[in-house]
């Protein structure tokens, strides 16, 4: 089984910075994918970034060029820099990775538990 913590929300004025970073733990034998989603009240959980294990990236058109996503594979975590934060990045942000338990087993999406990222006007 495979556990994401992650960790670094919290409340910051607009213009303002965060890092979030999440750390999988448990029976991993390799992680291909992560990523950061975010869901907003009343909206759909949506994908912010990701980054393959050959550190390939994608971000969402809202945030690229203000967040950056980096991974340390030998810590299985991965980190998200975000920048210039605005209000309408108002969420909670959940950590996921697809993970292989075993060198001949599939890969499988897990989830963080989320962490509250506020941003006041």
């Known amino acids: 089984q495979v556990h994401l913590v992650e960790s670094g929300g919290g409340l910051v004025q607009a213009g303002g910075s965060l890092r979030l970073s999440c750390a999988a733990s448990g029976r991993i034998f390799s992680i291909n994918v992560m990523g950061w989603y975010r869901q907003a009240p009343g909206k759909q959980r949506e994908l912010v970034a990701s980054?393959?294990?050959?550190?390939?990236?994608n971000y969402a058109d809202s945030v690229r060029g203000r967040f950056t996503i980096s991974r340390d594979n030998a810590l299985n975590t991965v980190y998200l820099q975000m920048n210039d934060l605005k209000p309408e990045d108002t969420a909670v942000y959940y950590c996921?990775?697809?993970?292989?338990?075993?060198?001949?087993?599939?890969?499988?999406?897990?989830w963080g538990q989320g962490t509250q990222v506020t941003v006041s006007s």
């Open positions: 980054i393959t294990s050959g550190r390939t990236t």
């Open positions: 996921n990775a697809e993970a292989a338990i075993h060198y001949n087993s599939n890969y499988y999406p897990n």
